[in-house]
């Protein structure tokens, strides 16, 4: 969407109640751009710090793009609280369930099609171990048009890292992928590493599946957090938005 | 992205957060993204009270380095203690 100092820019965002696994009501941010439409829909997984600023800040920034965004609180069942808070206990229980997540996902691709301004497509993205969870999604939930998986660790696991949270390798489901894949990686990364990087773009190839891999050298983990200057890489960063979009509006619209 | 590295301890002692002092009950030791401190994993502290809702967290981030300078003072003072108390 090419957006000039003549487009009416406008947003409604605010905190909604969606479905999710077991029909649970749980808090989602939404963000959706004002007029008729109609626009395609993007749901955004949030990361292992949990459902923080950067996560709202990401959400409004898709809807000022012309997406129907959302990004529930896949933490929601740890209860309210500041979220470095909630992030901990969900940690310290040993992380949230996969088959949980991608239930809560599925509500919120169901919803963002109920919207009267949607298109009728729906993607999905993530960062970090949102990165791992918008693949699962992708290979998992129904009706998703387009997958964007930034830097998710843990889509190749060993053995040892399976459990009944997580009970599957998601590089295991690369077969039941049926919608492009953008992925975008720091060559700094440890988790995922460039090997591990390498290895599922090994099996997307494989499979023959519609996908993009986008490299950056200088840059680690998590370097779109403009919130961590630790992370963050201006110009890797940039770059990355830009590709961010460009997949999106290629796919969606 | 984020570790797998959770370590638990139980506790008997207090604490002291934003809303005063809380009976500590347990803590976890993690190695993850921290939110505040400037590393990109730090160890992350967390002494909680006996709640169910857990809702009183006292945390601390800490790099590597001084995470085991923390943990040898602990163990020093432990000692320390012992000896006071005629344990050892």
């Known amino acids: 969407m090419t957006v000039t100092t003549g487009t009416y820019r406008g947003m409604l965002a605010e905190t909604v109640t969606i479905r999710g696994a077991g029909d649970d009501p749980i808090y989602a941010y939404q963000a959706r751009p004002l007029g008729p439409g109609p626009f395609p829909g993007v749901v955004l997984f949030h990361h292992r710090p949990g459902w923080d600023d950067w996560y709202h800040h990401a959400t409004r920034l898709f809807a000022d793009r012309g997406y129907l965004a959302i990004c529930p609180d896949l933490y929601a069942r740890a209860g309210h609280g500041e979220p470095d808070d909630v992030a901990a206990k969900v940690r310290a229980e040993g992380d949230v369930p996969d088959a949980q997540v991608v239930a809560d996902g599925q509500g919120a691709i169901d919803h963002l099609r109920t919207l009267p301004t949607s298109n009728g497509k729906v993607g999905v993205f993530g960062t970090c171990s949102g990165g791992r969870h918008a693949y699962l999604a992708a290979c998992q939930a129904t009706g998703v048009d387009a997958c964007a998986d930034l830097w998710g660790g843990r889509v190749v696991m060993a053995e040892d890292e399976l459990n009944d949270r997580y009970p599957v390798a998601p590089i295991d489901l690369t077969e039941q992928l049926d919608c492009p894949l953008l992925g975008i990686f720091g060559l700094e990364d440890r988790s995922p590493s460039p090997e591990e990087v390498d290895q599922h773009e090994a099996r997307l190839r494989e499979l023959g599946k519609d996908y993009e891999f986008h490299r950056y050298d200088g840059a680690g983990h998590g370097f779109f957090y403009h919130d961590r200057p630790n992370n963050y890489r201006a110009e890797q960063a940039l770059d990355g938005w830009q590709k961010v979009w460009r997949f999106f509006d290629e796919h969606l619209r | ?88």
């Open chain 2, 1 to 88: 992205m984020c570790t797998d590295i959770t370590e638990h301890a139980t506790l008997t002692g207090s604490a002291k957060g934003p809303q005063g002092w809380f009976t500590a009950a347990s803590a976890e030791v993690a190695y993850d993204h921290p939110t505040h401190a400037t590393v990109e994993h730090a160890i992350m502290v967390s002494v909680r009270d006996g709640d169910a809702d857990g809702q009183q967290r006292v945390a601390v981030e800490l790099d590597r380095s001084s995470a085991r300078d923390l943990a040898r003072a602990l163990l020093r003072a432990a000692d320390a203690a012992d000896d006071y108390e005629g344990d050892r």
